[in-house]
């Protein structure tokens, strides 16, 4: 990785920290070689702190580490893109991003699957995700049976509505039988990733 560390006086280049998998930018730092090297070695984010006037690793003293998943390079060699896990908040306000934002990923599935756990953690009568949870297992199981045959009866017509909404209604229940497994879709994206990988 070739960076321009030259390019400005003080030898520091901009790192933007963003979530790997949020994708959420989370905050701003600078580097030196020596803060690059320390990350890269120690697998935790380092800055040089212009304040400190030295390294500093993110979590030094409070814990919520920026633990290192890749590090890129832009194309005039002079910014970073960091791609991190955090290791609880990342502001020192106790926000999740520098920017007072919840550290969430905005795709409309990881809302869904956010309203799913709610469901799941504060039932109401009225909520039929909160019923299914409370039937357990089996039945959700079950559900996602019954809607998957109802996925490949309505893929042999050809009624668009039906088949879209068939589908929307299987995976609206997958989502709910990985919440009740304990898993979440990030899960089933890392296993199609290391597919990917192996293709």
Not at 18 to 40: C, F, P, R, S
Not at 139 to 152: H, M, S
Request: hydrophobic share 35%; aromatic share 8%.
């Amino acid at each position: 990785m070739d960076i321009n560390f030259q390019k400005s006086p003080d030898g520091l280049v901009p790192a933007i920290i963003q979530d790997a998998n949020t994708q959420k930018v989370l905050m701003l730092g600078y580097m030196n070689q020596a803060a690059l090297d320390k990350t890269q070695a120690e697998k935790k984010v380092t800055f040089y702190s212009r304040s400190k006037q030295r390294l500093w690793t993110k979590g030094e003293e409070s814990g919520h580490f920026l633990l290192l998943e890749d590090i890129k390079v832009d194309c005039d060699n002079d910014t970073l893109l960091i791609r991190v896990h955090p290791v609880g908040p990342v502001c020192h306000t106790g926000s999740g991003t520098c920017w007072n934002e919840d550290n969430v990923n905005d795709n409309f599935l990881y809302q869904l699957e956010r309203t799913i756990a709610d469901r799941r953690n504060h039932p109401t009568e009225r909520s039929y995700t909160a019923s299914l949870f409370a039937k357990g297992i089996n039945k959700i199981a079950q559900k996602v049976g019954e809607e998957a045959v109802e996925l490949v009866i309505e893929a042999k017509d050809n009624d668009e509505t039906l088949f879209l909404n068939e589908g929307a209604d299987l995976l609206f229940h997958y989502l709910i039988l990985l919440n009740a497994k304990g898993y979440q879709l990030s899960d089933i994206m890392k296993v199609l990733e290391g597919r990917q990988k192996k293709a």
